[in-house]
């Protein structure tokens, strides 16, 4: 239930390819989907969020598609780029006693070629 | 503004040595979390701290502790370390709200241990 499950892996994407990560939640009770970006030796750093009432949600090249009767969201990387090459990670958080509680993938190393 | 900040960046510790993680915001957030990271199992909630004065379990809180010292400081404590704690550890803190921008986790860079 409070797991979410995230493919694939890995992914390795031409310079100018699109990238597409997908994940899966069970849990209706989630109501905030964030991605995180990782790069080697940092720390996890927000990228981009959607909420469940939107079907959609872009910021320059990363859009979120969100499937609320399919409990789905995947991750679009439009004109991939080397300095993309990181892993990313998917969430999705729902309320608790101390704010929001935040569940992750396992995570999808993306490799771009130049 | 540092951020987020965490010492140390690395550590090796023999098993049943003890020792304490640092971590710091500047950004006078409220809640402050502890996660560790092992491949293929992304992040994985240890402890958190809803405010200061409060610190509460998270999924996996087995063989560590957690101390808020003060509204910028979250420390995380192994006192008997063993070979399976061997992870990176991320500290991260938020303002404290609903769902959103104001709860974005920021984190820090991570400290790697290995525990022989």
């Known amino acids: 239930q409070q797991q979410v499950k995230q493919s694939p892996q890995s992914l390795i994407v031409q310079k100018g390819g699109i990238s597409i990560i997908n994940c899966a939640y069970e849990?209706?009770?989630?109501?905030?989907f964030p991605w995180y970006q990782q790069f080697p030796g940092k720390g996890p750093a927000l990228l981009i969020a959607?909420?469940?009432?939107?079907s959609e949600k872009k910021e320059g090249r990363f859009t979120i598609s969100f499937n609320k009767s399919a409990k789905q969201f995947s991750l679009h990387i439009m004109d991939s780029q080397p300095g993309d090459s990181a892993t990313y990670f998917c969430?999705?958080?729902?309320?608790?006693?101390?704010?929001?509680?935040?569940?992750f993938g396992p995570g999808t190393r993306l490799s771009v070629l130049p | 503004n540092a951020g987020v900040t965490q010492t140390p960046k690395f550590q090796v510790l023999k098993t049943g040595q003890s020792m304490t993680l640092q971590c710091a915001q500047d950004?006078?957030?409220?809640?402050m979390y502890w996660y560790r990271q092992d491949p293929g199992m992304g992040l994985r909630l240890i402890y958190y701290?809803?405010?200061?004065?409060?610190?509460d379990k998270g999924e996996v809180p087995n063989g560590y502790n957690v101390s808020r010292l003060n509204k910028r400081e979250f420390s995380l404590r192994l006192e008997s370390a063993a070979p399976s704690q061997t992870s990176v550890y991320f500290c991260?803190?938020?303002?404290?709200?609903?769902?959103?921008?104001?709860?974005?986790?920021?984190f820090g860079p991570g400290t790697r241990l290995t525990v022989l």
């Open positions: 950004m006078n957030h409220n809640s």
């Open positions: 701290s809803a405010s200061e004065g409060t610190t």
């Open positions: 959607i909420r469940p009432d939107v």
């Open positions: 969430a999705a958080s729902m309320p608790s006693n101390y704010g929001q509680n935040f569940v």
């Open positions: 991260a803190s938020s303002e404290v709200g609903l769902a959103g921008p104001k709860n974005t986790q920021y």
């Open positions: 849990n209706t009770a989630f109501d905030y």
